[in-house]
């Protein structure tokens, strides 16, 4: 006699923005993955992707981080990232930091494992429903690397698409970048404002009291700048959107 299969298991890897800023981003993408039967597995000791020291050009530093990362991941299955920013530096990224190393074999093992969380419940789970609601208007903003190296986008409105008593409105230009990218909004500030002002003109636009983004960082970069505005709209993650963790503004 066989034996049943168990369920479907899943590593999750929070992201340092979660982990250290945002824990209920990790707490809302627990609850739509074990909705869906999916266990969860988070790796004792898992930091960083080793993201913000490449792009700011110390590769060493990120070869280090990413290279710890990638042994703590041998084994461990499907790993699932709330950030499509995080998830491209595996998937992309580590072939260029690894390439002619010792890790380039388990760095591309890792990469055919990896996904963002829209692109696992829609694209492998087959997933579209997870039986969230909100009562309110909401409008998707493209975040740059989910969009450009992952092509995510189709997944997260297929997912909004079915959020029950939701209006969802179009963001003119949704993919065009907000401007945070990292240490960009710090050592190009001026730039990095006039992007986040014309983001913030589009959000307007939508007429949304919901600006929904895959990426803590866009989250962050576009609340920030409705927060000094005084706007009512507010900047959240899909996940916590997903998992009922957003309230309803009262009509």
Do not use: W
Not at 133 to 154: E, K, N, P, S
């Amino acid at each position: 006699m066989s034996t049943p299969a168990g369920p479907r298991r899943v590593t999750l890897f929070v992201t340092c923005i979660v982990d250290q800023l945002y824990p209920e981003i990790g707490k809302a993408t627990v609850q739509i993955l074990e909705r869906q039967g999916v266990a969860i597995h988070v790796p004792r000791g898992l930091t960083c992707c080793g993201q913000m020291a490449f792009n700011a050009g110390f590769r060493d530093e990120s070869y280090a981080v990413a290279g710890r990362t990638i042994e703590l991941l041998r084994g461990q299955g499907d790993v699932v990232l709330p950030s499509g920013s995080c998830a491209a530096m595996i998937r992309h990224l580590y072939a260029e930091l690894f390439a002619h190393s010792p890790y380039a074999g388990p760095a591309a093992e890792l990469a055919a494992r990896t996904y963002e969380l829209t692109e696992y419940l829609v694209d492998v789970l087959g997933v579209t429903d997870v039986g969230a609601h909100y009562r309110g208007r909401i409008t998707y903003h493209d975040a740059c690397h989910g969009l450009r190296f992952l092509g995510v986008g189709r997944q997260a409105r297929a997912l909004l698409a079915h959020v029950r008593e939701a209006e969802v409105r179009p963001l003119p230009n949704a993919g065009t970048c907000c401007g945070f990218g990292g240490l960009f909004a710090i050592k190009q500030y001026a730039i990095s404002e006039a992007m986040l002002e014309r983001k913030l003109h589009d959000v307007q636009a939508a007429g949304a009291d919901l600006l929904v983004t895959g990426d803590a960082s866009c989250m962050t970069q576009i609340a920030g700048g409705l927060s000094r505005r005084g706007s009512p709209t507010r900047a959240r993650h899909i996940a916590e959107v997903l998992a009922n963790m957003v309230d309803a503004r009262p009509v």
